[in-house]
T-cell receptor, first 115, second 108 residues
Framework: GAGVSQSPSNKVTEKGKDVELRCDPI?????LYWYRQSLGQGLEFLIY????????KSGLPSDRFSAERTGGSVSTLTIQRTQQEDSAVYLC?????????????FGSGTQLSVL | AQRVTQPEKLLSVFKGAPVELKCNYS??????LFWYVQYSRQRLQLLLR??SRESIKGFTADLNKGETSFHLKKPFAQEEDSAMYYC??????????FGAGTRLFVKA
């Protein structure tokens, strides 16, 4: 595809509900990242996938957050029992490799609002 | 722990004035440094990175290892430079750490 694709672009949910956010990286990019963008907080690293290796989940804020990447391509970030503090923009990025020294290509993000 | 500090949340300058967006990082090694920019209603994108020693849209950034800084500068700001700017650091692993961002507003 032309770039990193994320869906939905906006999601409004009620506190306590589960949500799934989807990311389709650039074809051929082996590394995929999830970040959370909150007002005044910058970009908070959540999780990283490199090829078919086990993901690094060190940035996930709680066990309500999980993510998977199927077939080394599409990734889904799941938030269970959403809380109001989960409201933020969730950004997905991919890069050609996972060295961290290559530039990241970002999606447009999913704006999550928990009421 | 690695940390990236952007002390100004908002920076407002007049068109044609010089602009400097500050970035300090905490890491004693040789990190890779980036500036990312997000224009209104656009996605976050790379502006420039230290290793390339490039000037993009008139912006430059110099690494000062002594002060652990990577400030972004432009001699003459333009209205189209108004955007959110993020400084980012990578220390060799996969994790790129971002600062809180500085919103630049260039007034006519």
């Amino acid at each position: 595809g032309a770039g990193v694709s994320q869906s939905p672009s906006n999601k409004v949910t009620e506190k306590g509900k589960d949500v799934e956010l989807r990311c389709d990286p650039i074809s051929g990019h082996t590394a995929l990242y999830w970040y959370r963008q909150s007002l005044g907080q910058g970009l908070e690293f959540l999780i990283y996938f490199q090829g078919n290796s086990a993901p690094d989940k060190s940035g996930l804020p709680s066990d309500r957050f999980s993510a998977e990447r199927t077939g080394g391509s599409v990734s889904t970030l799941t938030i269970q029992r959403t809380q109001q503090e989960d409201s933020a923009v969730y950004l997905c990025a991919s890069s050609l490799d996972g060295t961290g020294r290559e530039k990241l290509f970002f999606g447009s993000g999913t704006q999550l609002s928990v009421l | 722990a690695q940390r990236v500090t952007q002390p100004e949340k908002l920076l407002s300058v007049f068109k044609g004035a010089p602009v400097e967006l500050k970035c300090n990082y905490s890491y004693s090694g040789s990190p890779e440094l980036f500036w990312y920019v997000q224009y209104s209603r656009q996605r976050l994108q790379l502006l420039l990175r230290h290793i390339s020693r490039e000037s993009i849209k008139g912006f430059t950034a110099d690494l000062n290892k002594g002060e652990t800084s990577f400030h972004l500068k432009k001699p003459f700001a333009q209205e189209e430079d108004s955007a959110m700017y993020y400084c980012a650091v990578n220390t060799g692993g996969f994790k790129t750490i971002f600062g809180a961002g500085t919103r630049l507003f260039v007034k006519a």
